[in-house]
């Protein structure tokens, strides 16, 4: 709830609402979080650091934008892997699920917008919130493009400092 009323105030800081921390902490915990769901759909969830990053982020913020994105991918994944790798300055979020139409690449991560492929519940919320969460605090998402089966998403972060 925090998170909301923060980006409503539509405030264009870089004010944290804890204590900033490393992406490897902040993606660990939330990999602690998600592994029993992922277990419970009989589906592999790998948490990959390839490299460490020295940043500091908020981490109500960082944690917001990654479980909107395991969140998609559990929803959108019947079976497979889906993979959390930390690299230096950010991190990506890669799945075999069904994946995003090319036309839809950018339109996603409007508010209200639900994939051609979407099914169950949603609001089409997730996506939006972490661009938006992404926008404000200076970092940039992407979905790749170069992906052909799946989504993986892509997240350049800026430590605050």
């Keep these: 709830m925090e998170i909301f009323l923060h980006l409503a105030r539509g405030k264009e800081s870089r ?5 900033n921390k490393s992406l490897a902490a902040i993606a660990r915990q939330q990999y ?21 990053d020295q940043g500091r982020y908020p981490p109500a913020f960082l944690a ?3 479980t909107n994105l395991l969140r998609n991918a ?18 990506c979020v890669e799945d075999e699920g069904i994946g995003i139409a090319p036309s839809q690449h950018e339109t996603i991560f409007q508010p209200f917008v639900r994939g051609q492929n979407a ?25 790749d493009a170069t992906k ?14």
């Design 64 to 66: 917001t934008v990654i």
């Design 119 to 143: 099914r169950g519940e949603g609001l089409g919320l997730g996506l939006s919130l972490a661009r938006r969460i992404c926008t404000r605090q200076g970092w940039e998402i992407t979905l």
């Design 74 to 91: 559990l929803h959108y994944s019947e079976h497979g892997t889906v993979r959390l790798v930390l690299q230096s300055g950010g991190f």
């Design 15 to 19: 004010e944290t609402l804890d204590e």
């Design 148 to 161: 052909t089966r799946g989504c993986c998403f892509v997240v350049r972060l800026q430590a605050t400092q």
């Design 32 to 52: 602690q979080l998600w592994q029993p769901l992922f277990a419970e759909k009989h589906l592999d969830l790998q948490l990959i650091e390839q490299s460490e």
